[in-house]
């Protein structure tokens, strides 16, 4: 079945690690976008790639970093530099840039 | 923020019942798409509408679309206990390669 696989599911970390969070699809599609979710509120980007070995700042870029080395693989890594990382993340892709979103289940990471 | 804003924040109808939730946006905009999240799930796509159209429907979902007052609604027919979710809209900015979320609806649905 074609789709977004985030893993893991949950993860805890202890502060001042590094974690690195997994999103592959399998749908060919270009744009791939990494969304941070709090309790209660709506997402905030965190940072999309349009296209392979090519990567942009979202809204909430600080404390985070990412790669696109392959089409179908956008993995995001919490830094220890971010101060609040326990939150709910969500990895989306479209096959165009105006074209709907389809999401990962989500990644909950908690830190201890 | 270019965010678009859902209102009501929360939204507490009985089966049977229609349900109704607005967006509001602040600038130009490509599209606005609608999805629904399921606790600690996901979102799920519902219906995009383009810029152009004033109007769509898809099931028992109906989505208006007013751009000179910058503002959306997606109306729930004959609501189910299963429709319980959150509501979300995600404006495409003119402009910009990527999609603004709004806080969203949470939507209860008694059976």
């Known amino acids: 079945d074609g789709g977004i696989t985030q893993s893991p599911k949950y993860l805890f970390r202890k502060e001042g690690q590094n974690v690195t969070l997994s999103c592959e699809q399998n749908l060919n599609h270009d744009a791939m976008y990494w969304y941070r979710q709090d309790p209660g509120q709506g997402l905030r980007l965190i940072y999309y790639s349009q296209i392979v070995n090519d990567f942009q700042k979202g809204d909430i870029a600080e404390g985070y970093s990412v790669s696109r080395e392959k089409k179908e693989s956008f993995p995001l890594t919490v830094t220890s530099a971010q101060k609040n990382p326990t939150a709910f993340y969500l990895c989306?892709?479209?096959?165009?840039?105006?074209?709907?979103?389809?999401f990962g289940e989500g990644s909950r990471l908690t830190v201890l | 923020s270019q965010q678009g804003e859902e209102d009501p924040q929360a939204l507490s109808i009985q089966e049977g019942e229609n349900a109704t939730m607005n967006c509001s946006y602040k600038?130009?905009?490509?599209?606005l798409q609608w999805y629904r999240q399921n606790s600690g799930r996901g979102l799920v796509h519902l219906i995009l509408?383009?810029?152009?159209?004033r109007e769509k429907h898809s099931g028992r979902l109906r989505v208006t679309l007013d751009t000179s007052k910058k503002s959306s609604s997606l109306l729930i027919t004959a609501s189910r206990a299963a429709d319980t979710a959150s509501y979300f809209c995600a404006t495409d900015v003119y402009n910009f390669n990527k999609f603004y979320f709004g806080s969203g609806t949470k939507l209860n649905v008694k059976p």
């Open positions: 509408i383009r810029s152009n159209e």
């Open positions: 600038t130009s905009i490509n599209n």
């Open positions: 989306a892709s479209s096959i165009s840039r105006t074209g709907e979103l389809f």
